[in-house]
């Protein structure tokens, strides 16, 4: 080295030839992690800011210190050690100092991507070192700066599953490196040496001094055809130069060549440039593999496909075997109740169980379940600045998996890594399902509001008075007999009609639109009844089968036994009424009555299958906005869990002002288990309500029946298998995941352990049979309609008790007679007959007496209930 560094300085050559990039190539700082999967840990060197972020290189060829080096970080600043960066082990004094001390406490940060530079000699021992401490796991990347990786036996650290990532400028398989080394050894033999062709040879050192001294050479070459020049020898201790060694220098810049280094060209600074470094990786079968390639021009070039990652991440897992973090929570992992003694993955049992078992069998890995010892999920103390439950397991790397009803979080999103979604779910209520209310014995008023009704019997009335003042008559011809016909009529003369069919000269005429009439023609049509046999008890009942005939001697009842059969199912069916308007005013009158009753009804109709079909449960919280309102019910969450930071770190009102009543709230509302929870909620019995997950309440609610499931979601999340930051294995566990969900198996598996398995679809029964019976009502619903049509004809009877007396006694008046005996023989003379004799004076005299009643009370009423037409038939 001593005579080679004479020789550069006597031809006053520069004794550094220095590789260096004008691109952002490398960082100083930390190496990202990567959360996208294992690959390479410069994946995001492909853009100016990526993992790894601007650092000049310079890769000395020949350096005046005792033991040169050649590799990509000798210009690295210091880097001192802190727990939030990504580490470089640094080189002092010739030797890479790295105590076991030192990297333990870079275990204990948690950083997993580690740059090392150090010597080529030093770089087995160090990694030795990290194995030892368990550093060389599947979680960490190490970055070796050494451009010499190659030369080192890796053998040991293959099947470790670690990434080992680096750059050479040297392919010890090139054929032209080949060649110079067969050329080396055939060399040797010339002279009957041999050559011991170690690993050491083909350092890139060697390489780059070949290529030095073939430039050398060719520019002494090239330089000696242009220009005479003189050799004459020279004294190392003599301070003369060479008088030709800047034009050497320059022509040397200007130069260009392929060594053993790949293109060797300089800019005018006399810096290297357009190399091209390759960059290699630790591979589990074939060693070091080349992955991609860097230049100046275009920086990253990875020349490995995706698929031949996916599928050096998936062969990485055959027969791996994984330690599974969970907790005992129903459905998800559950002992086995068993009367013998079982241990591993036999004892649990659940939905977690099955879904790893599924995944296991896509990706072919091992497993092995393990409780948290805390039995927690995982939650942040700021006291302590730790993690506890599963996400500490993952962070300390004692378990490769989280598998459980464990939220994705975006606080746990960053210390650890999360695969797609398994199932989605929100923050739901779980609160004891309402008592159940009796039937209301007037339900059948329910499905409008005592507005409505008070609204529809002021319209009834309404258009009743409206009928009467349209059609009522206004003067007769009595009073003045110089008005014609037509002048004695108000609004319309369509509404009067001749009292007298047979004689076709009245001195008067009437109107059938009274206001009795009329109010019977309104709720005629709003009861959607007939109204043409109009039910009269006794004397009213019997009318003049002849009305043309004023002297006969027999009356008719319409109610015989077929017209009242008759009568009773037409008011069943809801038919039309007979009495109808003839005036157009009245008919538009009568038209929006009807139209006002077909919506009314129509809409009462509707509103009254689901009032007393369905029975009604009054609830005093149907919302999260109703918990809020009030102070009577208290409500709580899992305490640590994610339910609990959703209302903590929320910015909604809402959601605050329950966060501060529930943190507030003593004795504390919060659980350490769901299970505490909902048992809690039962005990409560309408006191107490239960925030958690919307799957874990279909659980519940399930096996529950007194338990139900409040308003909607809170929020939309979703629960995810969770692994150590920088795990290589996401992306396939992820691609399992999609692939069972595209098949249906994670339905299935729902199906299993939330309706089949451990007691699911004990309410079912109930729900159908709810539901089978939904349209079955019992007296209790419908009682109330009983009680008004007995009270109705109640009431009719007393009434028609007191017409047949009041009648019965002004008829024995007039014949001075006992009122005993007028009565039984009025009522017995037609028991039982259509048709009633006039047999006697008295009777009929009393007939008589009653006709006129009747007529006059037909006048004052508007009552009348057969008429005939113009030629004297009746209608």
Sequence with gaps: MTLLESFFRMYALSHEFRARSR???????????????????LKDMREPQGMISSVHIRGTVYNSVAEGRVHLASDLPPIEYYASRKEACRESGGRCDVAPPLLKQIKNSAES???????????????????????????????ITSLDLHSVDLEEFKHGGTNITAFRLVDPEKPEIQKVVQDWIFGEKRYDRELDMGQSSNKTETSLMYDAVHLFAKALHDL???????IKPLSCESTDTWPHGYSLINYMKI?????????????????????????IELNNKEGLKKIGTWNSTTGINFTRSYNEEYTQIVENLQNKTFIVTTILSAPYCMRKGSSEQLIGN??????????????????????????????????????TREWDGMIKELLDQKADLAVADLTITYDREQVVDFTMPFMNLGISILYCKPIKQPPNLFSFLSPLSLDVWIYM???????????????????????????????????????WYNPHPCNKNPDHLENRFKLLNCMWFTIGSLMRQGCDILPKFSPYEWENPHPCNGQSEVLENEFTLMNSLWFTIGSLMQQGSDIAPKAVSTRIVAGMWWFFTLIMISSYTANLAAFLTVERMDSPIESAEDLAKQTKIKYGALEGGSTAAFFKASSFSTYQRMWTFMDSARPSVFTTKNVEGVERVIKGKGSYAFLMESTSIEYVIERNCDLTQVGGLLDSKGYGIAMPPNSPYRTAISGAILKLQEEGKLHVLKTRWWKEKRGGGSCRDDTSK??????????????????????GMGIACVIAVCEFVWKSRKVAIEERVIDVRTMVEFLFNGHGAPT???????????????TTDVDEEAKDAGSRSVFCSWDGSPL
Excluded: W
Aim: aromatic residues 10%.
């Design 23 to 41: 691109n952002p190539v490398f960082s100083s700082s930390s190496v990202g992690r990567d959360h996208r999967g294992h690959g390479t840990a």
């Design 113 to 143: 991507h580690i740059v090392l530079d150090c010597s080529t000699e030093r770089i087995y021992d160090v990694l030795k070192q990290a194995q030892q401490i368990g550093m060389m796991s599947d979680y960490h990347s190490y970055l």
């Design 224 to 230: 000696d055809t242009s220009q005479q020049i003189d």
């Design 255 to 279: 130069v260009e060549m392929t060594g053993l280094t790949g293109i060797i060209k300089f800019d005018h600074q006399g810096f290297r440039s357009d190399f091209i470094l390759d960059i």
């Design 346 to 383: 036999a004892q649990f049992e659940g939905y977690s169980v099955d879904l790893i078992y599924e995944i296991s069998k896509i990706l072919g890995f091992n497993y092995m379940f393990r409780l948290v010892p805390d039995g927690r999920y995982g939650s942040y103390n700021n006291k």
């Design 457 to 495: 019997a002021t319209a009834y009335l309404g258009v009743s008075v409206l009928l009467f003042i349209l059609a009522r008559q206004m003067r007769g011809a009595e009073k003045d007999q110089t008005l014609s016909r037509v002048d004695q009529f108000r609004f319309t003369p369509y509404e």
């Design 770 to 791: 709810s539901s089978s019976t939904a349209n079955e009502l019992g007296l209790a619903n419908v009682g109330g309609v009983f009680v008004v049509l007995m009270g």
């Design 836 to 850: 009633k004799p006039l047999g006697s004076d008295r009777l009929l005299a009393a007939i008589d007496g009653i």
